[in-house]
């Protein structure tokens, strides 16, 4: 009788904790628009991401830690000289603070948040040497969007806005403003 009131007692513990952390893996993509000074014009271009994520629910609150790999793509264009797109890729990481806001019962909720997110840009590249910008490594952002849970997947729309200038010249800067939209799966 003991050992049945054990594993009844553990099943009710593990439901629990399932519905107070989940994780899993996200894809994203991202369309990539910069603010720039000394460029005539400047182009968006998409980028791709995965990462994965953990979730902390807290009744009406949750936080969530991502981490991950992710692509941003732009083009920038200066007279008399022509336009290069830059494709920068590396680590992507992300601390989100939400709440949910319209419970959806056992379907799920809809939810609004901000956060920080860092990129680290291991991969830089790109189609000329026409524009030559050296690119500082990290570029910090602060974010915010809107959620949607329904079932096991998570689909987030989301600005980030940098605050970075990530042109490491002193006569240019280079800010980054991505509308990422991603998808995931809780596996818990």
Not at 154 to 160: A, H, K, P, V
Request: aromatic letters at 12%; glycine letters at 10%.
């Amino acid at each position: 009788m003991k050992k049945f009131f054990l594993v009844a007692f553990l099943c009710i513990c593990a439901n629990g904790f399932a519905q107070l952390i989940q994780i899993g893996p996200q894809i994203s993509t991202n369309i990539t628009s910069v603010n720039t000074k000394n460029f005539s014009s400047d182009h968006t271009n998409t980028g791709i991401g995965a990462a994965a994520f953990a979730r902390l629910n807290l009744a009406l609150f949750y936080a969530q830690g991502e981490f991950g790999y992710a692509q941003t793509n732009f083009s920038v264009y200066q007279d008399a000289i022509g336009e290069t797109e830059f494709k920068l890729a590396g680590t992507d990481a992300s601390l989100i603070a939400g709440l949910k806001i319209i419970p959806l019962g056992k379907l799920g909720n809809v939810r609004l948040f901000v956060g920080y997110n860092w990129k680290n840009y291991s991969d830089i590249s790109r189609s000329n040497n026409l524009n030559s910008v050296t690119f500082e490594k990290n570029n910090h952002s602060i974010l915010g969007g809107v959620g949607v849970d329904v079932w096991r997947l998570t689909f987030d729309l989301r600005y980030l806005a940098g605050l970075s200038d990530i042109d490491a010249s002193s006569n240019g800067e280079i800010k980054t403003g991505v509308t990422n939209f991603s998808l995931g799966f809780k596996f818990l």
